[in-house]
């Protein structure tokens, strides 16, 4: 019986898989499963897997989605523990060493996760959660009239924006985080369900989690091919304190190995970048909306997840839904002129292709502008920019085609 359980879906990720499962093995902590849930994939990425290690087990099952692979995963699992990380990113090596340690000292806790970094091929890595909670939250607050994420008075602290307390790590954990670099690394603890509202707050791959924890919130609902993890994630806080230690546990990557583009498109971007902001609606919906229509800050904040799928609708060529979406914008938030402007633009203009690409290239525009401004540069890189963003173009064309 092994101590955690590991579960790792992958679908067509041949190009990565190897550096995942590379990150499990070389954990300081060894005394884990892996189960890898190939959902149907077609670049050979089972044979990549099959016989690698006896604690790695392969199960096979034809394309259903990530939710499905995952939830077979989970009824396949025989660890004390549960936790995930994806095909295409990569632990940290003391991960499972020191959230393991925390729930052993804190057994009455039931899940704890790490911060992880966010790699987008293109330079230094982002330490996601607390770059969020310190910009994209206030940002977001501040357009819905929201107070909810103010520090508390004297503090500096941008975890404490979300979290109740700070504490220094315990003998439990602090050699650890020591070895692995981050003497300066704390424990947070609170009740983080509502700031969820915002934005994505924690991430799976860097959550473990108790059996008790999993029977209270259940398994990932399968009618869905992106998003859910919203939900999962959502009834975990809602359920259970929260606790998070302040170093990175995982990378999350967004480019293959060597800053290759993936050979499969991540679930939440690219061409699959609608479909995850409609699924994340009626997420959003039943964690939050469907018993509080009453409450203008959550109808705001709904309305900005409409804005949002609106202007994905338009960049993937969806003039019907872009109009839907952005006119539930206008009507939730009365002062997004951003959402009546670009609903009278998608009017205007008589070509969808002629909008959508108009659109994009405003996009890149300011893409360019802001990594001149924030990096300076040059002729050279800005020629590589625009011939990875050409070719990154032409493949998402392809893609959307065969859609």
Known sequence: MPEV????????????????????????????????VDDGSTDGTAS??????????????????????????????????????????????????????????????????TEFLEDWGVGSRVRHD????????????????????????????NY???????EPLGDWGRNIAVRAGYSDAALYRGHIFEYLRFRH????PITILTRKAL?????????????????????????????????????KHNKAV??????????????????????RLPLFDELFWNERKTDPEIKRIRGLYQ???????????????????????????PGLWQARWLGLFVRIIPSIRIASGLYCFNLYLRYVVGRITSEGLGPIDLTRLAVRKLFSGVRRLKARAKQ
Request: net charge neutral; glycine share 8%.
């Open 307 to 333: 804005y949002y799928a609106g202007r994905t609708a338009l960049e993937h060529g969806k003039r019907k839904e872009a109009l839907v979406h952005l006119r539930e914008a206008s009507d939730a938030v």
């Open 48 to 113: 990549l897997v099959e016989g690698l290690d006896p604690r790695v087990r392969l199960i096979r099952q034809e394309n259903a989605g990530c939710y499905v692979a995952r939830n077979n995963g989970l009824r396949n699992s025989r660890g004390r523990y549960l936790t995930f990380i994806d095909s295409d990113d990569e632990w940290l090596p003391y991960f499972l060493e020191i959230t393991l340690a925390f729930l052993k000292w804190s057994p009455e806790d039931q899940f704890v996760m």
């Open 160 to 166: 404490l924006r979300v979290y109740d307390t700070s």
């Open 215 to 251: 029977d209270t919130i259940g398994l990932f609902p399968e009618n869905y091919r992106t998003a859910a993890d919203y939900r999962f994630l959502g009834l975990l806080y809602r359920n259970f304190r929260a606790n998070m230690i302040s170093l990175p546990g995982a990378i």
């Open 5 to 36: 359980s590991i579960i790792m879906p992958t679908y067509n990720r041949a190009d990565t898989i190897g550096r995942a499962i590379d990150s499990v093995r070389r954990q300081t902590f060894q005394d884990w499963e892996l189960i890898i």
């Open 258 to 279: 060597g800053g290759r583009d993936l050979a499969e498109a991540h679930l939440a971007t690219g061409v699959n970048e609608y479909r995850y902001a409609v699924h």
């Open 130 to 157: 607390i770059y969020e909670i310190s910009n994209k939250f206030p940002r977001m607050a501040r357009t819905v009239g929201s107070q909810l994420v103010e520090l508390p008075p004297g503090e500096s602290d």
């Open 201 to 204: 707050l924690g991430w799976l």
